[in-house]
């Protein structure tokens, strides 16, 4: 017997066999109260958000979809994303990303921007749930929104909410969060990951103790929060709101042998005045957020075609004078000496497009534009 043979049986003498554990047998769980689901849907019935339906979305903001998932930016981070158009002869990169929210899709362009300098890189964020507007719609409805928390509470002791009320209004609710039962998201993940970031901005401060005693605290309130729409008219960052698109539109789209279906799906989202936008639209919006003069309105309007924006499919920048006589004609601007103003029917017209995602634009126009004072000042 070799050495080594002789030194394991040593090794192994005396020592007690190891004992095995008997198979562990699970119990089924403790029964929770059901709530009610979204009404279920066959799978065969379901359309999924697959390449058929993004390639026919790129291809109709004049785009050649790459089918790349993955972009490495200048800081050597490989993001993420669900395909990239590229437009060689205008030198845009439209990338479509599902980030849980509009910080990380700004860092996303600002990441790939600096990596790929020649190109105009136009990064646009597909929001799949919009938690705040299914919320405030449904206490609308029930007419609860200017229900006091100190009355809910007590209404819910006193039991006079009763349980089929309460689980039909969750159904409902589900329901409409989640939208068309019969559109499959192409991430699950990352439908969760937005429903967690937008149901955590919440306004859940005004549930405390001390506010549900507060005679004026209404469910308003608590459903004022932060919302993506704010935050991304603040960065600039376009939303496509793909939780609004039904089965039938994403079915159309997929089997269309035109781009006329997802162009126009892109015009109903306001999604296509943020990639085209019309020169009365633009500088009526300028206008509106303090570029009252026309050699800021020239100056800001030329910065669209230069990252991107192509005002009405074009690069040219439109003659400022004859788009300024066109709004004044229509009584929606008003021209001084030296400034101009939106009149009262040219705010009436802005207030019906102020949160679309093409909005966003007159943000990032304005970032633009601003003058960014040098680090190495601040240090002075």
């Known amino acids: 017997?070799?050495?080594?043979?002789?030194?394991?049986?040593?090794?192994?003498?005396?020592?007690p066999a190891r004992k095995v554990l008997p198979p562990i047998r699970l119990t089924s769980p403790p029964k929770t109260p059901s709530t009610p689901?979204?009404?279920?849907?066959?799978?065969?019935?379901?359309?999924?958000?697959?390449?058929?339906?993004?390639?026919?979305?790129l291809l109709g903001l004049g785009t050649r979809p790459t089918g790349t998932q993955m972009l490495r930016g200048a800081t050597g981070i490989d993001h993420r994303v669900i395909d990239v158009g590229i437009d060689a002869e205008r030198r845009r990169l439209v990338v479509l990303n599902d980030a849980p929210d509009p910080m990380v899709a700004a860092f996303i362009q600002s990441d790939l921007?600096?990596?790929?300098?020649?190109?105009?890189?136009?990064?646009?964020?597909?929001?799949?749930?919009?938690?705040?507007?299914?919320?405030?719609e449904m206490v609308t409805k029930n007419g609860l929104s200017s229900l006091r928390l100190k009355d809910l509470m007590q209404m819910v002791q006193s039991k006079q909410i009763s349980k089929e009320n309460s689980e039909q209004f969750l159904g409902t609710?589900?329901?409409?969060l989640m939208g068309d039962p019969k559109v499959q998201s192409h991430s699950a993940g990352a439908f969760v990951l937005q429903l967690i970031n937008q149901f955590t901005r919440l306004n859940?401060?005004?549930?405390?103790?001390?506010?549900?005693?507060?005679?004026?605290?209404?469910?308003?309130?608590?459903?004022?929060?932060?919302?993506?729409?704010?935050?991304?008219?603040?960065?600039?960052?376009?939303?496509?709101?793909v939780y609004m698109v039904t089965a039938d539109q994403l079915e159309n789209i997929k089997t269309s042998q035109t781009l006329d279906a997802a162009r126009e799906l892109l015009l109903q989202m306001g999604v296509w005045g943020y990639f085209f936008p019309?020169?009365?639209?633009?500088?009526?919006?300028?206008?509106?957020?303090?570029?009252?003069?026309?050699?800021?309105?020239?100056?800001?309007?030329?910065l669209a075609p230069k990252h991107g924006h192509l005002i009405a499919e074009k690069e040219e920048v439109p003659e400022l004078e004859r788009v300024l006589g066109d709004l004044q004609a229509r009584g929606l601007i008003v021209e001084g000496e030296m400034k101009?103003?939106?009149?009262?029917?040219?705010?009436?017209?802005?207030?019906?497009?102020?949160?679309?995602p093409k909005e966003s634009l007159f943000v990032k126009l304005k970032n633009l534009a601003s003058i960014v004072v040098p680090i190495a000042k601040l240090f002075r």
Request: glycine share 6%.
């Open 113 to 136: 921007q600096q990596g790929y300098p020649e190109q105009k890189v136009i990064v646009t964020r597909t929001s799949l749930v919009d938690i705040d507007s299914s919320m405030r």
């Open 173 to 176: 609710f589900l329901q409409h």
């Open 340 to 356: 101009v103003k939106v009149s009262a029917a040219g705010a009436k017209t802005r207030a019906l497009v102020k949160f679309k």
């Open 204 to 241: 859940w401060s005004s549930l405390a103790i001390d506010n549900l005693n507060e005679s004026d605290v209404t469910l308003d309130t608590v459903l004022s929060s932060e919302g993506d729409k704010d935050i991304e008219d603040q960065l600039g960052i376009c939303t496509m709101p």
């Open 1 to 15: 017997m070799s050495r080594l043979n002789r030194r394991k049986n040593r090794r192994g003498r005396g020592r």
């Open 37 to 57: 689901a979204p009404p279920a849907v066959a799978a065969v019935t379901q359309v999924k958000m697959d390449a058929s339906f993004w390639r026919p979305l």
């Open 278 to 302: 019309d020169s009365a639209e633009l500088t009526l919006g300028l206008v509106e957020h303090g570029f009252d003069t026309p050699q800021k309105l020239v100056d800001t309007i030329t």
